[in-house]
């Protein structure tokens, strides 16, 4: 198949490949309406380290509703230098209902969506042992976990973000009161005018209203990632209701119990496999910091070394982005504490 180039926002001079994954071919699912969709995917970085498998393979699964154009910062910060695109080679995707990807009739389901990531590495032929660095956030950490329970032996290191293991009925995995409130809006608010309650929802009020240390202008916080939300929306496809309901159906179904997450932290986190890292914000209106908790526990109920577990403070939900620097060199370190946790063994 020859690959499609939809319109990106990420720069081509770094870009290494990307296109349209057949995800229904690959299956021969072509006749199923529930699953006939492709997955959008770019890879970043050095082409020639990663042929001469050099690189260290860092996957982005992005969260609910949001396309994989949400992992800007970590794109820029990965790609920003020749040593950076030498040691990482980054693939970011968009989930089925969402940016490039195609949009199959719901409701899905966060096994269903890791399964699309399978097939996705899969097509990239990025099958060898302890060869993944797999980060999720939000939505994406709930497919991430349930991308570690199929595949465990390929993952080296494991980031879960703000995100939760679920809970075996539905509106137990509701958001907390101000998340679900402000999700019911912007489900119904015109795409360029749901900026300021994205704000409000993803961020704590304090560091919106800081000065963006970063910016040359001297803006605000809130300032800079209005015009970074509005940036992203121009350049996104809109997303059908379709896509948006459904992946908040998985979201709300999704369920992966204490059995399977030691299973998890066995196969991925324990000494002589790899790591697993959970981080989470003390500031979350979307996922309850409770659930990061939970999370770890579940990991850990056979090694207590099983799982590195931080919260940081005055962080919300858009972790990703409001501690960009911190959370690129968690993620380093990440790759790192794989690599030497193998090797101690």
């Not at 800007?72 to 990807?101: I, M």
């Not at 003390?282 to 099983?306: F, K, M, P, Q, Y």
């Not at 501690?323 to 090797?343: D, N, Q, W, Y």
Request: glycine letters at 8%.
């Amino acid at each position: 198949m020859s690959e499609a180039t939809p319109h990106t926002i990420f720069p081509e001079a770094h870009c290494i490949r990307k296109g349209l994954c057949p995800v229904t071919k690959l299956r021969h699912q072509e006749a199923n309406p529930i699953e006939s969709h492709s997955i959008y995917f770019e890879v970043h970085g050095d082409a020639d380290a990663l042929a001469r498998g050099e690189s260290h393979k860092l996957v982005f699964i992005m969260g609910l509703n949001s396309s994989s154009f949400a992992w800007k910062p970590q794109v820029e910060y990965f790609t920003s230098t020749p040593e950076l695109r030498a040691k990482y080679t980054v693939l970011v995707f968009d989930n089925r209902g969402v940016g490039n990807s195609g949009t199959p009739r719901g409701p899905y389901t966060t096994s269903g969506m890791a399964a699309d990531a399978v097939a996705l590495l899969d097509y990239l032929d990025w099958k060898k042992e302890r060869d993944l660095n797999i980060i999720g956030v939000s939505l994406g950490g709930m497919i991430s976990q349930e991308l570690a329970y199929l595949i465990p032996d390929r993952i080296s290191s494991l980031l879960l973000a703000v995100t939760t293991p679920g809970n075996p009925h539905w509106w137990q995995n509701m958001a907390p009161w101000y998340g679900l409130k402000t999700l019911a809006r912007l489900t119904f608010t015109p795409p360029e005018q749901r900026a300021p309650l994205a704000m409000d929802m993803l961020f704590p009020q304090a560091w919106l209203d800081e000065r963006d240390p970063d910016d040359p202008q001297g803006r605000t916080n809130r300032e800079v990632q209005i015009e970074e939300f509005h940036f992203r929306v121009k350049n996104t496809r809109p997303q059908q209701l379709m896509g948006h309901l459904s992946q908040m159906l998985a979201a709300l179904s999704h369920h992966v119990d204490v059995v399977r997450l030691s299973e998890i932290g066995r196969r991925v986190g324990a000494r002589g496999a790899g790591w697993i890292g959970v981080v989470c914000g003390d500031e979350d209106h979307l996922v309850a910091t409770s659930n990061s908790h939970r999370l770890v526990a579940g990991l850990r109920s056979t090694d207590d070394e099983i799982a590195d577990f931080e919260e940081w403070e005055g962080t919300g939900h858009g972790i990703h982005v409001q501690r960009r620097k911190k959370f690129s060199e968690l993620i380093e370190r990440g790759v790192r504490e794989g690599v030497a946790r193998r090797a101690a063994a």
